[in-house]
């Protein structure tokens, strides 16, 4: 592992312990270099998820790219990152226990969309303006008026 500060690949495992959910090691390690600190996370190496897109083309599941979608959509939210992280680890998690090779990336955006209602609002109706392609206002308040319509949790 090349320490992030200096590129030097000698360091040594200070704590290691497994993450919350129990998918992960997290490990801290120090450069035996510069003496920096850093984390490391080691995950089972998993089949690599194939997204269907709309115009049929195929991409590999990108967790980097969902996470950064998500953030866009939580943008000035009072949502913690780690809130997001969990979010996407348990969106990947139930994707690869559907034990499909490939899947619709319209599934994906659906449960996505699922879990942000569930999590904000807001941040629901940011999302579901790019994913749905909103054509203009009148879409974007039938959205509104369903939420505001739907009982609260």
């Known amino acids: 592992m090349k320490c992030p500060y200096c590129r030097e690949i000698d360091n040594k495992v200070i704590d290691s312990r497994m993450t919350k959910e129990g998918h992960a090691v997290r490990r801290r390690r120090e450069c035996l270099l510069c003496n920096h ?12 998820l194939v997204l269907i897109k709309k115009d049929g ?3 590999t599941f990108d967790r980097g790219k969902v996470l950064a979608g998500i953030q866009k959509a939580c943008q000035k939210r009072n949502i ?3 809130t997001l992280e969990e979010f996407v ?14 899947i619709s990336s319209s599934v994906v ?6 879990k942000l209602h569930e999590l904000d609002d807001v941040a629901y109706v940011r ?14 308040m039938a959205e509104l008026k369903d939420i505001l319509d739907a009982p609260r949790k």
């Open 89 to 102: 680890d348990e969106l990947e998690r139930e994707l690869q226990e559907m034990g499909e090779k490939e």
């Open 37 to 48: 600190r850093f984390t490391t996370y080691e995950r089972i190496e998993e089949l690599p």
């Open 57 to 59: 083309r195929r991409e």
């Open 109 to 114: 955006g659906g449960r996505i969309m699922t």
């Open 80 to 82: 913690s990152i780690n």
């Open 127 to 140: 999302f579901a303006s790019v994913y749905r392609e909103f054509k203009d206002v009148n879409d974007f």
